[in-house]
């Protein structure tokens, strides 16, 4: 008990001066109380069985070993619709970009000084990048179908959202010294922007978009599971299956696909910095 006190309340310290001070009282055991009551909420709200956990846990391992055995003899069942997966994420990443650079300088404050025609512009944007890309893909599916096409369409929704967002916050802390001064000698808001801001901005605007070509290869392998074409048909169709050695063939394909254009874009990102 003794020690539990001194754990909350510290003992005085004297100094050499005869002088005695009281050390702040600790807030890390407050903490780890809180910490301990949170996790035990948690497990008790979403069901967290450690005995099963305990009991069940070892599949995980004989699952992992079966994947890591890739069955090679069906890289070409593979090879087709890895490519859709590709094709999917460029294109769909290109048109997101393109769409995000107009709707950006009107979402930026330093540009737009209508306050309500930026806040709407701004809630329609959070809105958009508040819906998952699987449900925008699932919706997708049902407007336009089965088949990469709605795949491409989801995947240039969550593109522009996300683009938009980082590009026009870069726009509102770049110099706007040398677009005042273009307007004040007579050019136009749209000269002056091109002239004065969008050296500014460009590097920037080319990096992000890589960067959301290296997220959209990663999100574009699930679409699949809502109908939305790429590889994650076949994923599912594998998992489905119990067949974990073709599973694995997929995942060593994905992953080396993804280091890949990782490599390219970050090289490409940094010759623009």
């Known amino acids: 008990m003794k020690r539990m006190r001194d754990l909350f309340q510290p003992k005085k310290i004297t100094l050499d001066n005869g002088k005695e001070i009281q050390p702040p009282r600790s ?11 949170a996790l035990w909420g948690a497990a008790t709200i979403t069901g967290f069985d450690f005995n ?17 055995s890739p069955d090679w003899s069906i890289i070409d069942q593979i090879i087709p619709p890895l490519v859709e997966t590709i094709k999917m994420s460029i294109l769909g990443s290109i048109i997101g970009s393109l769409l995000a650079f107009p709707v950006a300088i009107l979402s930026s404050s330093n540009i737009n000084k ?8 701004r809630f329609i ?12 893909a699932l919706f997708a599916t ?3 179908g089965l088949g990469t096409f709605a795949g491409t369409v989801a995947i240039s929704i969550f593109t522009f959202g996300i683009v938009v967002k980082m590009l026009y916050e870069k726009i509102e802390t770049i110099d706007m010294g040398p677009f005042e001064a273009m307007e004040a000698v007579g050019a ?46 076949l994923l599912k169709e594998k998992l489905g299956w119990r067949q974990y050695d073709q599973v694995g063939m997929i995942l060593l394909l994905l992953f080396v696909t993804i280091i890949v254009i990782e490599n390219i874009s970050r090289y490409i990102r940094e010759r623009l910095g």
């Open 27 to 37: 807030v890390a055991p407050f903490i780890l109380i809180g910490l301990a009551l």
């Open 52 to 68: 099963a956990l305990m009991r069940r846990g070892n599949q995980f391992f004989i699952i992992l070993k079966d994947m890591l």
């Open 114 to 121: 209508s306050k309500c025609s930026l806040w709407i512009m």
């Open 125 to 136: 944007l959070s809105i958009v990048r508040t819906i998952p890309t699987l449900i925008i």
């Open 142 to 144: 049902y407007v336009f």
């Open 188 to 233: 136009t808001k749209l000269e002056a922007f091109q002239s004065a801001i969008t050296p500014q901005i460009l590097p920037n605007y080319f990096s992000m978009c890589l960067y959301t070509l290296e997220i959209n290869v990663r999100a574009a392998t699930i679409l699949g599971y809502v109908g939305a074409g790429g590889i994650g048909l």
